[in-house]
């Protein structure tokens, strides 16, 4: 926003089209060559590599766009051409074609990006915040669509590819996924797993590259333009694993997919790492331990729409969570669930609540009632009386009401011991009032001297016969067997004290 003599206002920034640094070339004029069809067949591998050569020339799209119009055209004629040459074709990708392919590819996409237009963490809304688009994408894209024709062409072999498409290759690419253009992200995505699917010598390599840019985002920037996108990419990878998971597997889901959990910017890439948690747990449900545990540690304090997300993922474990797996993390999850039942933000207590309508997670908290019901009970009564939406207080009575039917007698239990807390929490506040007010008075010497002395101590109330005053009004407390009645009795000889004070003053 910025500031002006009418007050501030709300400026909505354009839709930046930029380019990254390209190293355009010198010469630029293209002639256009023959059609590829039309070339003889034994012609058509040299006149396919002078093709895919004439499309190494870069051209500036930013600065001026309006230049080299003509030359440009034949360029992304070309690159069509091409695409549908290898698509629809089959023999034409040959032994020379691999070096000239990844050449060309490398040539016109591993360049240095701009830096990010964008705010990050928080306060990127990726509904509001619109992306910076490549300005050189009616080339780029061409050429995108061209190398993954290339890879997934029937006459591609990995075995002839794995020359040039090596770990530097890789590198490169993995780069690019911090572009801020999702159509460049979308593309790349592809292009990545169809590479890790095809050469299994760098599967391990592009595994490790992804943990570092990880770490690397969780730990220091907090700033990636291609986390969802490559979070995608390993969902894809953890469907894929072998059992029994591998150590280093395990982890990953510890060490990073965890942590992701505790970026501002987490609404961008949550639905992405929620599905990768899954997939672990649907694949060893002994990690389900450490990942609910992991998911309270992290758990926002303060940001409501945060707490969804995470409310949501726990369901999702939940639906796929084993019984006794359940049990070993039932009362944590579930002391959790009552404060999002007792927040004053709507939206979580809804999402909360709205567990009570999932039949599997119904069945698990009927199995287990006893420990379950005396914690959720004291958040869903106090708030079926207490909470400001009425919302909530329909789906509070839902949850009470399967409650009760699932255990009458428990449930009238949790209620008897619910009432008589609340009644002992009322009278100890109304102990520490009367406390106050003496002391307040014996500090003020408000007080005849004939009333010195008052014992309020703990013990006095519980253990032993004690004299509450000294002087002309001896009241003792007998010793009691349940505290309620003696305590009970304290406070109203306190308060009779209290008057007989009063009325000498």
């Known amino acids: 926003s910025s500031n002006n003599s009418r007050g501030p206002q709300i400026v909505k920034k354009e839709r930046r089209q ?93 360049r240095t990006l ?70 460049e992200r979308d593309f790349l995505k592809t292009i990545l797993h169809r590479i890790y699917g095809k050469f299994l010598g760098l599967r391990a390599y592009i595994r490790r590259q992804i943990n570092n840019i990880f770490y690397r985002f969780i730990y220091e920037t907090e700033h990636h333009n291609g986390i969802a996108e490559l979070l995608e990419i390993l969902g894809s990878i953890i469907n894929g694993f072998a059992l029994p998971l591998k150590e280093e597997h395990k982890m990953f889901l510890i060490r990073v997919l965890l942590p992701l959990h505790k970026v501002k910017s987490l609404s961008v890439y949550h639905p992405q790492l929620a599905y990768c948690v899954v997939q672990f747990l649907e694949k060893d449900s002994s990690l389900t331990e450490p990942v609910i545990m992991g998911l309270l540690k992290f758990w926002p304090k303060t940001h409501s729409p945060k707490e969804v997300m995470f409310l949501n ?70 708030n079926s009386k207490s909470h400001w939406n009425k919302t909530i207080h329909g789906l509070i009575y839902n949850a009470l009401k399967l409650f009760m039917e699932m255990n009458q007698k428990l449930f009238d239990d949790c209620t008897q011991q619910y009432k008589a807390e609340k009644h002992f929490i009322s009278l100890i506040n109304m102990e520490e009032e009367i406390r106050i007010h003496i002391k307040y008075c014996l500090l003020h010497k408000a007080i005849p001297h004939r009333f010195l002395y008052l014992d309020l101590s703990a013990e006095a109330h519980f253990i032993q016969p004690t004299p509450l005053i000294t002087g002309d009004c001896p009241f003792y407390v007998p010793k009691a067997d349940k505290p309620f009645p003696s305590l009970l009795e304290t406070l109203r000889r306190l308060l009779l004290c209290w008057r007989l004070v009063l009325s000498s003053r």
């Open 18 to 110: 930029s380019s990254s640094r390209f190293n355009l070339s010198k010469n630029r004029e293209l002639q256009k060559l023959p059609a590829l069809k039309d070339a003889p067949p034994h012609e058509r591998e040299e006149l396919f590599i002078q093709k895919l050569r004439q499309c190494c020339v870069l051209f500036d799209f930013v600065t001026d766009p309006l230049s080299d119009l003509k030359f440009k055209e034949v360029k992304r004629a070309g690159l069509n051409e091409m695409v549908e040459y290898i698509t629809h074709n089959r023999d034409v990708v040959t032994e020379a074609i691999y070096p000239e392919a990844v050449i060309m590819f490398s040539v016109n996409l591993f």
């Open 313 to 382: 993922e726990l369901e999702e474990i939940l639906d796929v969570i084993e019984p006794s797996e359940f049990v070993k993390v039932m009362e944590p999850l579930f002391r959790q669930l009552a404060k999002c039942v007792s927040s004053p933000h709507f939206q979580v207590a809804e999402r909360a609540l709205y567990y009570w309508n999932n039949e599997y997670i119904m069945s698990l908290i009927s199995d287990n009632a006893a420990k379950i019901l005396p914690i959720m009970f004291p958040a869903l009564y106090k």
């Open 114 to 183: 701009p830096p990010s237009s964008n705010p990050t963490g928080a306060e990127f809304d990726p509904e509001e915040d619109e992306p910076t688009l490549e300005a050189a994408w009616p080339h780029l894209q061409l050429v995108y669509e061209f190398f993954l024709r290339f890879l997934e062409s029937p006459d591609f072999q990995p075995n002839v590819a794995k020359k040039y498409i090596d770990q530097k290759f890789v590198l490169s690419l993995l780069d690019l996924f911090d572009s801020e253009d999702p159509r």
